[in-house]
T-cell receptor, first 111, second 111 residues
Framework: NAGVTQTPKFQVLKTGQSMTLQCAQDMNHEYMSWYRQDPGMGLRLIHY???????DQGEVPNGYNVSRSTTEDFPLRLLSAAPSQTSVYFCASRRDQETQYFGPGTRLLVL | LAKTTQPISMDSYEGQEVNITCSHN???????ITWYQQFPSQGPRFIIQGYKTKVTNEVASLFIPADRKSSTLSLPRVSLSDTAVYYCLVGDSGNTGKLIFGQGTTLQVKP
């Protein structure tokens, strides 16, 4: 199992650009989530999904879209990047009450 | 939504036992309590999970009183490599897949 994979590892964007952060898991987990972590801060939930075709908002959803067309993939789209979205983005997956597994993260810099 | 409260930071010395307590007054009947460890520039990593009483694994113990309104992570004989941020999480009361991180506890282990 590769676990949770994220691409890209690092990205620089200009204000107003859009992009998609990719997340995939090969553990057949129902639940997937996206978090962002700003420097020196804790993780904040952006969006989450409880299964294919089902998504919902977390604590800080503004400026981000998600979709879950398959169990394996959960991409995060930045619609129009802003400097305030400079952060490290972590994707995670789990099966019900079991352990949540995190990806290695994507470092995003918005200029 | 169950929220958690932890100390912001703790200091310890190598070889000591460290206990980090987390308060979760609104924990729901079917929620589990999970602790994660995070090193700089890495995603959180699972440490231990429990529902009630005591759970022990090769790296830590988790103590949960009967009312389940708090939990204590115990790290025996810490080393410098245990310096990290420790997060306590409880499941969303409706088991909707929404897991919210608290601010975490920064543990600094000194020689």
């Amino acid at each position: 199992n590769a676990g949770v994979t994220q691409t890209p590892k690092f990205q620089v964007l200009k204000t107003g650009q859009s992009m998609t952060l990719q997340c995939a898991q090969d553990m057949n987990h129902e639940y997937m989530s996206w978090y962002r972590q700003d420097p020196g801060m804790g993780l904040r939930l952006i969006h989450y999904s409880v299964g294919a075709g089902i998504t919902d908002q977390g604590e800080v959803p503004n400026g981000y879209n998600v979709s879950r067309s398959t169990t394996e993939d959960f991409p995060l789209r930045l619609l129009s990047a802003a400097p305030s979205q400079t952060s490290v983005y972590f994707c995670a997956s789990r099966r019900d009450q079991e352990t949540q597994y995190f990806g290695p993260g994507t470092r995003l810099l918005v200029l | 939504l169950a929220k958690t409260t932890q100390p912001i930071s703790m200091d310890s010395y190598e070889g000591q036992e460290v206990n980090i307590t987390c308060s979760h007054n609104n924990i729901a009947t079917n929620d589990y309590i999970t602790w994660y460890q995070q090193f700089p520039s890495q995603g959180p990593r699972f440490i231990i999970q429990g529902y009630k009483t005591k759970v022990t694994n090769e790296v830590a113990s988790l103590f949960i009183p009967a009312d389940r309104k708090s939990s204590t992570l115990s790290l025996p004989r810490v080393s410098l490599s245990d310096t990290a941020v420790y997060y306590c999480l409880v499941g969303d009361s409706g088991n909707t897949g929404k897991l919210i991180f608290g601010q975490g506890t920064t543990l600094q282990v000194k020689p």
